[in-house]
């Protein structure tokens, strides 16, 4: 069975740093598209990073977090600085191994629960 499980989330305040972790287990992910995703109250799910090779980023959050990938515990991690309110959201893992599209959602076929991010001001 297929699972990613987020951890790491919890609450900040503005300026401060957070790393989330995604586990992913059930399958070899190391050639997929990993992603973060996060959706705040009221608003859709928006991406945030990706990594296959290389990083990729929101504008939003470009030069701010970090998404690395450690292909031989099967973990993702991004690593979030100089947090802001706006940053506020539930912040989800997920995985795509058929699309190169990967700041869309619907290509990625699996998701975790998700973890909740608060800043403070």
């Known amino acids: 069975q297929v699972q990613l499980v987020e951890s790491g989330g919890g609450l900040v305040q503005a300026g401060d740093s957070l790393r989330l972790s995604c586990a992913a287990s059930g399958r070899t992910f190391s050639t997929d598209f990993m992603a973060w995703f996060r959706q705040a109250p009221g608003k859709e799910r928006e991406f945030v990073a990706a990594?296959?090779?290389?990083?990729y980023y929101a504008d939003s959050v470009r030069g701010r977090f970090t998404i690395s990938r450690d292909n031989a515990k099967n973990m993702v991690y991004l690593q979030m600085n100089s947090l802001k309110p706006e940053d506020t959201a539930i912040y989800y893992c997920a995985a795509n191994d058929q699309g190169w599209r990967f700041m869309v959602a619907a290509e990625y076929n699996y998701w975790g629960q998700g973890t909740q991010v608060t800043v403070s001001s």
């Open positions: 990594i296959k090779w290389s990083g």
